[in-house]
């Protein structure tokens, strides 16, 4: 048993795309057209991360409590987690495109963490080892 996917609530599919894919480095899995339940016209778009299982439904905004949920899908508390074998480098490619990260690195009993905002403005952990200096 796996979790398959979840869903990010996000303004539009394009410019989430390129956040997911070009930003982030995930792949793109599926873009097909789709229809909504009452039969209206949407996209089916899954990103993931290389080599993952899981991945995440790009889902359009669709109507005026959904738009309100953009970018507060869980209430204001990070909600997404990415682990990178790599910290550092993660870190500076993220920074070098423009990800907006709310804090600087440091480590925890876990590993090294900076939270970051996603394109819709959720926020996430970005996680990895520990820092080789840390003693």
Same mark, same amino acid.
């Given at each position: 048993?796996?979790? +398959?996917?979840? &869903?990010?609530?996000?303004?539009?599919?394009?410019?989430?795309? @390129?956040?997911?894919?070009?930003? !982030?480095?995930?792949?793109?899995? +599926? $873009?097909?057209?789709?229809? &909504?339940?009452?039969?209206?016209?949407?996209?089916?778009?899954?990103?993931?991360?290389? =080599?993952? @299982? &899981? =991945?995440? !439904? !790009? %889902? /359009?905004?669709? =109507?005026?409590? /959904?738009? #309100? #949920?953009? *970018?507060? /899908?869980? %209430? *204001?508390?990070?909600?997404?987690?990415?682990?990178?074998?790599?910290?550092?480098? %993660?870190?500076? @490619?993220? &920074? #070098?495109?423009?990800?907006?990260?709310?804090? /600087?690195?440091? $480590? +925890?009993?876990? =590993?090294?963490?900076?939270?970051?905002?996603?394109?819709? *403005?959720?926020?996430?952990?970005? !996680?990895?080892?520990?820092?080789?200096?840390?003693?």
């Amino acid at each position: 048993m796996h979790v +398959e996917l979840i &869903t990010i609530i996000v303004a539009e599919y394009d410019a989430a795309i @390129r956040f997911f894919v070009d930003v !982030l480095g995930f792949d793109l899995v +599926e $873009d097909v057209p789709s229809t &909504t339940n009452d039969g209206r016209p949407k996209r089916w778009v899954v990103v993931r991360p290389p =080599g993952a @299982r &899981t =991945g995440i !439904l !790009l %889902a /359009q905004a669709d =109507g005026e409590r /959904q738009s #309100a #949920a953009v *970018g507060d /899908q869980v %209430a *204001g508390r990070v909600g997404f987690f990415l682990r990178v074998d790599d910290f550092d480098s %993660a870190y500076a @490619r993220m &920074t #070098a495109a423009g990800v907006e990260f709310l804090t /600087q690195p440091r $480590d +925890e009993a876990y =590993g090294r963490i900076a939270v970051f905002r996603d394109i819709a *403005g959720n926020k996430w952990d970005l !996680l990895g080892p520990s820092s080789p200096n840390e003693g």
